[in-house]
């Protein structure tokens, strides 16, 4: 499962670069990015607030155009591509994770999950829409909250049926925008563990992040600074989230035998 | 087959949009009959108005043509001494020689009947009542498509003669002789005993409000010589084989008149011709445009009603960003979301058509219980209601939509 057939990378950007024009100024977001993410790669971008982070994920989601270089999603051209492609694109290679969940409120889990089928062309039949929604939400651990509003759930739980809905499409990458930024430390351990186990199983990982607690469970560092690559490192001292969980647990149960 | 594919699809995703428009409405119950009022009140009063309007002028016509069918009635003018005018059919012009030259003269005419008429005292049964008598030919009934409700009309040998018969009308027959048939009783008017040989069936108010069924009908030549005493008419009745020959007819017997009376051109004529066909005609345009005038200030509402919904859709776009941005990111189009918006501004307005139809008949049925006639509920307006309610909710959708579709999903998905 680690060793992917396709070959090419998920992510091919060459001399990437953003520019905004607010009013008269010139905001040059992200200036020449250069990277390759490979298939079954689990990589952490870091970088303070203003070093470009948010704006290269949101250009890696293709919610947004870079201004300069390219960009080729799983070998396709992004910078030639109008609204209606992006989206088709988006529904069929990307998935979302955010930090504030972002999930359609008064809504069931299942439906959450099923959203991005609603929009893939072909049409997804009703039946197998249902099937794969709850296939997913068993893989996250959510099998039986299929029909809780997410005002019903924990932020762990809410955020587990955002990387349900994120993975139900079968996407090419998953892009996680500071997945944990609203969670607790014990939440977040364990949904680095969901992450973990997911791209154990081929899956591929983007993840924007500023706490190096978090980046620490990633296979790659890549730290951003104005706009620009800074560092890009293997990273190989990679904590386990199992493990981690697993000493969590014994030191609870230890307190609780004191 | 592909083709088939595609009208699949296309169903599939408009059910779906549909859905989910509907559960957003179900979302805002409140929120979402308050929008649909507007269009609720404009369809229901377009619906009532053009009912009521409808029903009003279809009594209108009917009373009109209550007069009889094709009715040309000639009246002699008014009278002037010293000033005073003493109204139509008061000058001494029609004689019964216009009436004999009209019937053997104007091709189109298949009935006849000069008309003498006054109000006199009739007495019988030991009551006495004041009501009109009309000396008329055996003609009338067919002229005023009467019909009796028993016995039967004088003929014309007893116009020759001048016989004392009478037809009573039940009104009159009601006042003299109670639920007592009148038919073979006797009634005296101006002292002059009359026979009753027919009793006339109920007509009811006619055009100016007066009551068609208080009269006693008797020969002419009767009333000329018994009761008026004159050798004048104040009317003749003519009817005219059929409707488009009638303003022919009307020349020809305005012509034969003032040749008759040897009337110059251009001196004021001494009779009048009513034209029953042009009254009806003129009445049923007069309606025709009170209905459309209350259809359209109805017609407003229905746009106050579109405006109403375009302001809570932009409201609702405003509210609903972020749903919209994590719809954009999962790969919603923009023609996808514009959908969404523009089929929950339709639903909303069709629902209020449909509601307001509803009510409109509601109300028609109200307003038949206080006026005396029957409101029509036309399917022409329903289908009317019904299309512009949609083409409000596409009108008025549209601009949200297009707002919902073109919103940046980064920043919609920041939105707070």
């Not at chain 2, 109920?202 to 208080?214: P, R, T, V």
């Not at chain 2, 004529?269 to 009170?290: G, L, P, R, Y």
């Not at chain 2, 972020?322 to 023609?335: K, L, S, T, W, Y």
């Amino acid at each position: 499962m680690n060793t992917p057939v396709n070959t090419t990378p998920v992510i091919q950007l060459r001399d990437l670069a953003k520019t905004y024009q607010t009013g008269e100024v010139e905001v040059k977001a992200v200036r020449g990015v250069t990277l390759d993410i490979q298939r079954g790669d689990f990589m952490a971008i870091m970088g303070a607030s203003g070093s470009g982070k948010s704006t290269l994920m949101n250009t890696l989601g293709c919610l947004d155009q870079p201004t300069g270089g390219n960009y080729l999603l799983d070998g396709i051209a992004v910078a030639a591509l109008n609204r209606k492609e992006l989206a088709k694109l988006r529904n069929k290679k990307l998935g979302f994770v955010f930090q504030s969940f972002n999930l359609l409120a008064r809504t069931s889990a299942l439906e959450n999950v099923e959203l991005p089928m609603f929009y893939s062309q072909p049409l997804v039949p009703l039946r197998e829409r249902h099937h794969r929604a709850m296939q997913t939400l068993e893989k996250v651990g959510l099998g039986n909250r299929l029909g809780h509003y997410p005002s019903q759930l924990s932020g762990g739980q809410q955020q587990r049926i955002a990387i349900a809905r994120a993975l139900v499409n079968k996407p090419e990458l998953v892009l996680a925008d500071e997945p944990t930024g609203n969670l607790d430390t014990r939440t977040s351990i364990e949904l680095m563990g969901l992450f973990q186990e997911l791209n154990d199983s081929g899956i591929t990982i983007v993840m924007v992040t500023h706490e190096l607690d978090i980046a620490a469970y990633c296979k790659r560092i890549v730290v951003m600074r104005d706009g620009q690559v800074i560092s890009d490192t293997r990273n190989e001292k990679r904590r386990s989230a199992v493990e981690e969980i697993a000493t969590l647990d014994q030191a609870e149960q230890k307190a609780k035998l004191a | 087959m592909i083709f088939l594919d595609y009208i699949r699809t296309f169903l599939l995703r408009t059910l779906q949009t549909l859905l989910i428009s509907l559960r957003a409405l179900r979302r805002n119950k409140m929120r979402s009959i308050l929008t649909a009022l507007g269009i609720i009140i404009g369809v229901a009063s377009v619906v009532a108005m053009v009912a009521v309007g409808n029903g009003a002028q279809a009594r209108i016509t009917s009373q009109v043509s209550a007069l009889g069918q094709n009715l040309l009635s000639v009246f002699a003018g008014s009278r002037k001494s010293g000033g005073v005018n003493s109204g139509l059919g008061s000058a001494s012009a029609l004689t019964l020689a216009d009436a004999d030259a009209i019937g053997r003269e104007v091709p189109d005419v298949v009935a006849i009947s000069p008309e003498a008429t006054t109000t006199a005292q009739a007495i019988a049964n030991g009551r006495n009542w004041s009501t009109t008598v009309a000396g008329e030919s055996p003609d009338y009934l067919k002229i005023r498509d009467w019909k009796l409700a028993s016995g039967s009309m004088f003929t014309g040998r007893e116009v020759r003669s001048a016989a004392k018969v009478a037809v009573i009308g039940s009104k009159t027959a009601n006042e003299l002789f109670g639920p007592l048939n009148p038919v073979g009783q006797t009634v005296r008017v101006g002292n002059i005993p009359f026979v009753i040989i027919g009793l006339l069936e109920s007509k009811g108010a006619g055009m100016g409000g007066q009551n068609q069924d208080d009269r006693i009908i008797i020969p002419y030549t009767t009333a000329m010589k018994r009761i008026t005493g004159e050798k004048y008419l104040r009317s003749i009745n003519v009817q005219i084989g059929s409707a488009d020959r009638m303003k022919i007819a009307q020349e020809q017997i305005t012509s034969l008149l003032c040749q008759r009376h040897r009337l110059a051109a251009g001196r004021d004529n001494d009779f009048n011709i009513f034209n029953q066909k042009e009254i009806a005609d003129t009445v049923n345009s007069i309606s025709k445009i009170i209905t459309l005038l209350l259809g359209s200030i109805a017609g407003i509402s229905l746009v106050v009603g579109g405006i109403g919904i375009m302001n809570i859709m932009l409201v609702s776009v405003t509210e609903r960003t972020r749903e919209i941005g994590i719809r954009i990111a999962v790969g919603a189009q923009p023609g996808d979301i514009k959908l969404q918006f523009l089929t929950e501004a339709i639903t909303l307005s069709l629902l209020g058509g449909l509601i307001g139809v509803l009510l409109g008949i509601g109300a028609s049925k109200l307003v038949e219980v206080f006026a005396d006639f029957k409101a029509i509920v036309s399917t022409g307006s329903i289908i009317l209601a019904f299309g512009v309610s949609f083409a409000i909710g596409v009108f008025f959708g549209f601009y949200p939509a297009r707002k919902a579709a073109q919103l940046d999903p980064i920043e919609a998905l920041r939105y707070e």
